[in-house]
């Protein structure tokens, strides 16, 4: 069964061997336990063994995923299998930098964690204005450049969260072999991924694609977006949609999906294996279907989780699953019931310190939204009282 999951057939510069179109993304495993990290083992692996088995050669992990359970995990998932058999990429944590001695320190435990002697693709991770400046201190980019000269970086990249313009900075600031933005069909034009996309090929480096179906909010949509796409190809799932828009763009090597359970894993696989390019009809089917999706006004959280711990105990993301929920249903006893259940960590505990904010990847205004989610639950709990 092994190389179904096709590769692209670029001659990326850099890159002696193509890794498969889909990668593996190692964030969103399933859990023991709602909202707690713990990994299910037993069925991640289960799907880490069909996908390898599929021909997925590349996995994707960071050393925060599952509150650094992830690198340990997919190290012990992937020792059965011949090294020189799959890629593997983890990242640099910027936030915890503060000298070189914590870079070979984190370094060191990574590939330990990971039970491995190299990273195929290793990335400084989530770069943004602010977060790049670790990487400005002494001694840092020399570690990772060392550690490329010695074989146990193979490619040296980044991952990104900012705008354009901070991305042309960054991009010639060093030389680097790739790099991984956020691209879907939604953000093309919501966060300017078009100019990042371009920047990216510009430079004439490769291009990893993450979120292509922006936490599985492209996965759901809404019943009259689904209803579009269904009547245009019974027989696809709507996340395949966004996995063959990402795919389709000449310049990416390798779209990740954080693929959550048997279903999700197995879905991405089959779509890949059969991959057919967006053409303009496509296109068409998906301009329209985003129109009605926006007009339900949902937030564009991904899920991602780096706005949290809140010092207020809020779980943001949870209020912005509630919240989307009720956007796209309209169903006020699911909101107010789903909303009274997160007793401790409800919107209503926002003091707008703004924290938050600076960490989120997607430039939400959280403060202001908690702010929303907290009178929509008030005003829907008054009318449900009449």
Known sequence: ????????????????????????????????????????EVLAEKMIDYAYSHGVTYYDTAYPYHH?????FIGKALKKYPRDSFFLASKMPSWLIRSQADAKRIFQEQLQKC???????YLCHALSKDNYKPYQLPGVMDFLRQMKTEGKIRHLGFSFHDTPEVLAEILESQEWDFVQIQCNYLDWTLQNAQKQYELIEKKGIPCIIMEPVRGGTLATLCEESRTIFHSA???????????????????????LSGMSNENQ??????????????????????????????SNRTIPCTGCRYCMPCPQGVDIPRMFT?????????????????????????????IACGQCKKRCPQKIDISTRMNEITELYLRLKREAQK
């Not at 190809?233 to 779209?255: E, L, T």
């Not at 989307?324 to 019931?337: K, M």
């Open 1 to 40: 069964m092994r190389n179904t999951v096709i590769s692209k057939t670029n001659v990326f510069k850099g890159i002696d061997k193509n890794p498969s179109l889909l990668g593996f993304g190692c964030m969103r495993f399933p859990t023991l336990e709602k909202d707690k990290p713990d990994i299910d």
């Open 233 to 255: 190809d019974p027989k696809s799932s709507i996340a395949s949609w966004a996995i063959r828009y990402a795919a389709s763009k000449p310049n990416a090597m390798v779209v």
């Open 68 to 72: 650094g359970l992830s690198e340990q």
């Open 322 to 350: 509630i919240y989307n929920e009720y956007a796209l249903s309209h169903y006020a006893d699911g909101f107010i019931e789903s909303y009274e259940e997160e007793t401790q960590n409800q919107s209503s505990h926002c």
């Open 265 to 294: 894993t197995k879905d991405n696989i089959h779509t890949i294996s059969h991959f057919r390019p967006i053409d303009e009809k496509d296109q068409a089917v998906i301009d329209q279907a985003l129109a009605v999706f926006l």
């Open 115 to 121: 039970q491995v002697e190299y990273f195929d693709f």
